[in-house]
């Protein structure tokens, strides 16, 4: 990972990921998909269910399992390709340089597992060297910058003493805990109510003004998009069908699919009676 | 403390009840001035020995004769070996619970890494073996286990002892026979439970931190999957006593099993009745220390 890289932060070209099947043909979840992140950006991906935005993003994890493989196109991270990394090396990346948030807030920290612990062991990870004291005070440190009120009584906490959104705050501090360049967020609000959406939301865009990480933002929620997002890549069916910037999209949606999915927003109009807004 | 207290309340109700049944069981059984005194018997000595042993009064009368003389730990006298039954069973039961112990030590032993391996790789080869091999070990009876153990081990290549409890070496053949079934179904238990686990999404956020998949499995996998298996242990562990008895004659073993197996043959009631009071009072005391072990292990189970 060159340090004095040029190029987009994270660029991936033509990435095909597939699926092994008992059958003899596999199933092409992700197909010839290309698309980058630069630097500090938020790019956002739409797209339903099985359009393959969430296999995307474990596929720059390597996080794949139940028999799914990259087969096809690179992944280059400042420069590097990280399909072609090692186990060990690929592993260096994960949670140091890209790290992910999950969908489920509730089901995503180990339940038998105090907070401070499970942050501490991503700090621990990739900064062995850190002393027991240094790696606590980090753990509350990270608890503050997510906001977290109560950090030292919160640390020694367990996930089901938490709510939906606290979880998700300790998620975001265990995915910054080693200051990553880019930050996955898969579908981070779905589960959560409207009001710690908008907050888990504020964070986000914070952390990504306030430390520059670049963020990829999986979502089917293109109001979330408009409030988060700086590019757009809508993917269907496997596919990239559109990518613009995010005013452009809202204002000129080119693909007819994306143009459905504006039309399946709720909006002001609508509810007015204007059943032709889009 | 509370928790404690609670459940320790609630033996109560529990001990009373069993009290009740194996007082009834006895009573149905039949009477034991028959089996007392000599065939040739006169009715006025039965009557004699009835009235002595207070087998004339009404049924719920001797119910609390039984129970007072149980609370003062008189148990009765075996009339086979005219000593207290109390203190036989006693004198036996250690043989019996560290061969028990011994056997579930060597069910977890066996157990939790082949479980773990089959989960890890499974539907391969290592899998469909430890499978194939579980449902063997649980399929064949003990008795027939021991014996064999000894034709091999004992009698053709004598490494171990054939029977008898003086030296460690005594333990392997029984302790192992013992727990090969045990081992079988926990091996199945702890797979299921280890592939429940390794798809839940918190083991998916470990690997994303970058962590080694070996540490993944020890630290995130591991510790979340044990929990069902020690309700089995918990439930397993009188099961095992029960169990021991056909061990104990298989090995000649001097435990209670064997106690057990004569006191039935030859109607010894004292016994009987001891054994059993002994085994569910072990139910009991191995049920609580599995909660006990819950609340240890799983910081979601509150009992409050």
Known sequence: MSKNHTGPLLSVNHLVTEFETRGKNNITVVDDISFHVNEGEIVAIVGESGSGKSITSLSIMGLLKNGGHVTGGAILYQGTDLLKLSKKERRQVRGKEM???????????????????????????HQPAKSKKQVQEKVIDLLKQVEIPDAERVANRFPHQLSGGMRQRVMIAIALACEPKLLIADEPTTALDVTTQAQILALIKDLNKRRGTGVIFITHDLSVVADIADRVVVMYQGKIVEEADVFQLFDHPQHAYTKKLMRAMPTIEKKAGDSHAN | MSYLKRSLLQVIPSLLLLTVIIFALVYVAGDPVSSMLPENATSEDREILAESLGLNEPFYVQYFQYLRSMVTGDFGTSYQYQRPALELVLERLPATLTLSLMAMLIAIIISIPLGILAALKRNTFVDFLVSGISIVGKAMPNFWIGIMLILFLAVQIQIFPVSGADTPAHFVLPAFTLGVALAAEMTRLVRASVLEVIEEEYVQT???????????????????SLIPVVTIV????????????????VFAWP????????????????????????????????????????RVLDPRIKYN
Request: no cysteine; glycine share 6%.
């Open chain 2, 206 to 224: 470990a690997r994303s931190k970058g962590q080694k998949e070996s540490i993944v499995i020890s630290k995130h996998v591991f510790l979340n």
């Open chain 2, 255 to 294: 435990g209670i099993g064997r106690l057990l197996l004569t006191a039935i043959e030859t109607s010894d009631m004292a016994i009987i009745q001891t054994i059993v009071f002994v085994i569910a009072i072990f139910t009991i005391v191995v049920n609580l220390l599995t909660d006990l072990v819950y």
């Open chain 1, 99 to 125: 790290s992910m948030i999950f969908q489920e807030p509730m089901s995503s920290l180990n339940p038998m597992l105090r907070i401070k612990s499970q942050i501490a062991e991503a700090i621990n990870i």
């Open chain 2, 234 to 249: 918990g439930l397993q562990f009188p099961q095992l006593i029960g169990g021991a008895i056909v061990v104990e004659t």
